[in-house]
């Protein structure tokens, strides 16, 4: 059986990663657009590397909790795709094997003057750090405004889905709210999410509670 599974970060929220932006719009204290715009970068470069350097930083000190473990256990009896819109590598640490990141990662950079030049990155990224081509390197993550190269990917995938999963998500996030509207007719839908933006309906059954409770209940249903 082929499940898609959609995540946001609710699912990493358990772990102890910060979700992208609190109620009042600000991501850490930021206007989002300082820290995760090209024109951000364009202006105070020092910054936004700063911003991304705090979270890798915090990145490497956190774990996969239960419910990235329970989506990786779902791997040994089904076919599953995991679509995120986290920047974290915490489902491929709890043994995810397929994982596409929308947004980027946090533990890549890539090249300014060349963006398929992509490099795995522990480390604080700094001014000054290029690439061959001597451009600076920035965070592989996609920012306001930027193209999502993965969309299209994603959504074939969820097209093909027997049953679909979306776990802290509100959904509300374009392109990746669009994905729901491609999974088959007949494909039942899992939301798992403490407030819940979806009502029950004959193909959606919501779980309203934290990611790290609800999804081991629906893998343990899938199984």
């Known amino acids: 059986m082929k499940i898609a599974v959609l995540t946001g970060a609710g699912v990493s929220a358990e ?43 915090q990145l490497l000190t956190v774990q996969p909790n239960e419910a990235h473990k329970a989506l990786a256990e779902l791997e040994k009896t089904h076919d599953v795709s995991i679509i995120t819109q986290n920047v974290d590598d915490l489902h491929e640490r709890a043994g995810s094997t397929n994982v596409i990141h929308l947004h980027g990662e946090l533990l890549k950079v890539r090249s300014t003057f060349d963006e398929d030049l992509i490099f795995d990155w522990k480390k604080d990224l700094n001014l000054g750090d290029f690439c061959e081509h001597n451009h600076q390197l920035r965070p592989h993550i996609v920012w306001f405004g930027e193209m999502v190269p993965m969309i299209e990917v994603a959504a074939e995938i969820v097209e093909k889905a027997d049953a679909v999963i979306i776990v802290g998500t509100s959904m509300q996030v374009y392109p990746a709210a669009g994905l729901m509207q491609y999974a088959q007719e007949g494909a039942p839908i899992y939301f798992v999410d403490p407030k819940p933006s979806i009502s029950e309906s004959k193909r959606i059954s919501v779980f309203a509670e934290n990611a790290s409770t609800g999804v081991p209940k629906v893998v343990e249903l899938l199984k």
Do not use: C
């Open 15 to 57: 772990s102890g990663i910060k979700t992208f932006r609190d109620s009042d719009g600000l991501w850490e204290g930021h206007d989002v657009m300082e820290v995760a715009s090209p024109e951000g970068f364009a202006h105070n470069p020092a910054a936004v590397l700063d911003f991304y350097n705090q979270r890798r930083r």
